[in-house]
């Protein structure tokens, strides 16, 4: 179990949640949370502590879509080229995928296993700031190291 993994499960014991590709972008993982844990406990929004998809995302390459010249439609017929679906380039991963994270929509995403660290979302207020100082101890006895300000100005990075 690598340190990420200890961490998640340390915390939860401690009443956090500590989650991995929440979809998207910050605003719209917030939105995502779970309100409650399986065992139907409620989730304090003052412990989170979660990454989203394009924190870990596969960095695709991107090649100009061949069918339509890059416009994204044909010029012939006006409509939407299916080959790149209107957006005029086509993704392609270089690296092997096999195993990733594709849970998200539009997303394909390193595990936690596959990566080494990753920037964190957490609750920036005067409250959420205080608990997450309070779990550094944790989070560093688990095998893990942080960088952060220690204000809720700035998401904090950590790599295991």
Request: glycine share 8%; proline share 3%; net charge negative.
């Amino acid at each position: 179990m690598n340190g990420f993994r200890k961490m998640q499960q340390r915390l939860r014991k401690e009443g956090w949640y500590v989650g991995w590709n929440l979809p998207c972008c910050s605003s719209c993982a917030w939105a995502e949370l779970p309100y409650e844990f399986e065992d139907g406990t409620d989730i304090d929004f003052s412990k989170v502590l979660f990454n989203h998809s394009q924190d870990c995302e596969v960095e695709p390459d991107f090649r100009e879509c061949e069918s339509c010249n890059g416009a994204g439609w044909h010029e012939d017929t006006e409509e939407e080229c299916s080959e790149c679906m209107g957006e005029g380039d086509i993704k392609e991963y270089v690296d092997d995928i096999t195993g990733c994270d594709v849970s998200v929509d539009g997303f394909v995403c390193h595990t936690p296993e596959q990566l080494s660290e990753s920037t964190f979302c957490f609750d920036g207020s005067k409250q959420g700031v205080k608990n997450l100082k309070a779990i550094l101890p944790i989070i560093e006895e688990c095998g893990c190291e942080w960088t952060w300000n220690q204000k809720g100005d700035q998401r904090i990075d950590i790599s295991w």
